[in-house]
């Protein structure tokens, strides 16, 4: 199975959403040993900068790896793509750089999502401690 294959089968996002649960459960933890009496405003806090770091991260490797595949059909290496160069994988490689919105969105989308689960963690937390009493 080749990368992109993967990149958009069903299984990725899986592991992304089992990863980032699984780290906030570990930094929920973390948060409620170091402090404790700021629960809530730490965890929501550690869990949007690792959720800003995780997906940054991810987003950038991926288009990396694309530019890179892309840039390997360059034979000759000059940054244009020559009649000899142009193939049906280079072409499926151009059209998934040059036509993918998302990740020319990806910092603002990395921005919402990341200040949404952190606003989502910091009540899910309140609540906990509210109903626990």
Do not use: C
Not at 40 to 66: G, R
Not at 70 to 82: K, R, T
Not at 94 to 109: E, K, S, T
């Amino acid at each position: 199975m080749e990368f992109i294959d993967f990149y958009r089968s069903y299984w990725f996002p899986f592991l992304n959403l089992s990863a980032i649960f699984l780290i906030t459960g570990g930094l929920l933890v973390l948060s409620k040993r170091k402090w404790p009496t700021h629960h809530s405003l730490s965890a929501s806090i550690l869990t949007f900068i690792f959720v800003v770091f995780f997906l940054s991260i991810e987003f950038y490797t991926i288009d990396l790896y694309f530019v890179k595949k892309l840039e390997s059909f360059d034979l000759d290496g000059n940054g244009v793509f020559s009649a000899d160069e142009r193939t049906e994988q280079q072409k499926k490689y151009f059209n998934i750089v040059m036509y993918d919105a998302g990740r020319f969105l990806a910092p603002f989308f990395i921005a919402f999502l990341s200040i949404g689960y952190a606003i989502f963690i910091f009540f899910s937390v309140k609540l906990f401690y509210f109903f626990k009493k």
